[in-house]
C-alpha cells in the first residue's frame, strides 16, 4: 500500500491528484532545435530554397548538442557511482577508531565542562590530568568505578570536570588538554585522551558523511585520522 507524503494512500483517497512534472520550457534541447529546422525548412521560399551549406552547419550544431548532453549524463552517472564507491568504502570504516587531531576542550570560566574519553581496556584505577596549553597541571578527576563493581569496563565514558583548579579557583576560560592514566585489570598502566574514539556507525545526510564518536555525530571532514 503506497503512501503519500501527507500520510493518505494515494489509492483511496479520491481527493489526491499526482504532482505533474513542469518542463522549463526557458531551455530549449536538441529535440526542439530539431523541430524548428523543419519548421524551417517547409516554409522555405521555394525560388530561394534555404542553402546546404546552412543545413549542414545547423545539422552540425544538433550533433554536437546531441553529444554535449551524452557527456553530461555520463558525468552524472560517474558522479553517483564514485559517491556511491565513496560511501560504502566509508562504511567499512565502522570498528575502526578515529581520532579528531587534538586532545583539548574548551572551558568557560564559572562552568563546568562536560567530555568524553574512550578506554580500549577495562580500568582498574585511574585519574584524569587536565592541564593548560603548556602542560602545566591545572586540575585532576579521579575515575570512580561503578557500583558494586571493581573496575570499570572498556568503552566511552562522559565525564565532567567543575573548571575548578588544585588551588581550589576557578579556572580561566579557554582551552585545556585532557589525559587519563590508568591501570588496566592486568595490572598493565595504559593512557588515553580526549579526542580518540572507536567508529560507531556512518550516516549520510544531505551529501555529507557522519560518524558516530561516542554520543555525537561528527562530520567526516573534521576527522584527522582512522586507523
Known amino acids: 500500500m503506497a503512501i503519500t507524503s501527507t500520510g493518505l494512500n494515494a489509492a483511496t483517497n479520491p481527493e489526491y491528484t499526482a504532482p505533474v512534472e513542469t518542463k522549463d520550457k526557458s531551455i530549449l534541447g536538441k529535440d526542439d532545435f530539431m523541430k524548428l529546422l523543419l519548421v524551417e525548412l517547409q516554409h522555405q521560399d521555394p525560388t530561394e530554397p534555404m542553402d546546404s551549406e546552412k543545413i549542414l552547419t545547423q545539422t552540425s550544431q544538433l550533433a554536437s548538442l546531441e553529444s554535449s548532453e551524452n557527456t553530461k549524463k555520463a558525468l552524472e552517472q560517474l558522479t553517483a557511482a564514485l559517491s556511491s564507491t565513496q560511501e560504502f568504502s566509508t562504511i567499512s570504516a565502522i570498528g575502526k577508531r578515529a581520532d579528531l587531531g587534538s586532545d583539548a ?57 567543575d573548571g575548578m583548579n588544585t588551588a581550589g579557583g576557578a579556572a580561566e576560560s579557554g582551552a585545556y588538554r585532557v589525559n587519563a592514566r590508568y591501570t ?33 555525530y561528527v562530520p567526516l571532514d573534521q576527522v584527522a585520522e582512522v586507523y
Do not use: C, H
Request: charged share 30%; proline share 2%; glycine share 8%.
Open 184 to 216: 588496566d585489570t592486568s595490572g598493565e598502566n595504559q593512557t588515553s585522551r580526549v579526542g580518540a574514539y572507536p567508529i560507531e556507525s556512518v550516516r549520510f545526510e544531505e551529501g555529507k558523511t557522519y560518524f558516530k564518536l561516542g554520543s555525537s
Open 105 to 161: 576542550i574548551q572551558l568557560d570560566k564559572g562552568s563546568a565542562a562536560e567530555f568524553e574519553m574512550y578506554f580500549p581496556e577495562e580500568i582498574a584505577s585511574g585519574v584524569i590530568d587536565i592541564t593548560d596549553l603548556e602542560d602545566n597541571l591545572v586540575a585532576t578527576i579521579n575515575i570512580e568505578m561503578d557500583e558494586d563493581e571493581t573496575f570499570k569496563a572498556a568503552g566511552v565514558y562522559k565525564f565532567s570536570w
